[in-house]
């Protein structure tokens, strides 16, 4: 694995370590309070960003565009901020509401940039 193949293998194997952790942490303390948290950095993060890497990986031309390095870095810091974010939220701090939104939208942005990148060329193959 290569590039940008890399990087998103690596961030999702980091969301997976959290999101284990996380869930683990509320297993044994009984508070599954933070339950959208852990679904977010399993899904958004783990799950999206594995398929983001083996995308990557298959189609090696579409890893060495700018946009391929604009998708990775627009879905690793709004998904980063999203979940930290959503953290503190749903812990009482309601002042991250419009963090939260934002950081959201920024992943759609990056849902849609993938689309934008993938679409034509998994068609092309």
């Known amino acids: 694995m290569q590039g940008v193949a890399r990087k998103f293998f690596i961030l999702a194997v980091v ?53 391929a390095q604009a998708h990775f870095w627009l879905t690793a810091v709004s998904g980063v901020i999203l979940v930290v974010s959503l953290f503190f939220l749903l812990a009482g701090n309601d002042a991250l509401e419009p963090v939260t939104a934002v950081a959201s939208m920024g992943f759609l942005a990056g849902m849609l940039l993938f689309a934008w990148i993938s679409v034509p060329v998994v068609r092309r193959a």
Request: aromatic content about 16%.
């Open 15 to 67: 969301y997976a370590i959290f999101g284990m952790l996380l869930g683990l942490e509320m297993g044994i303390s009984g508070d599954h309070s933070q339950m959208p948290v852990h679904a977010h950095m399993m899904v958004l993060g783990w799950l999206m960003s594995a398929v983001f890497a083996f995308f990557y990986h298959l189609f090696p031309a579409a890893r060495e565009t700018r946009l």
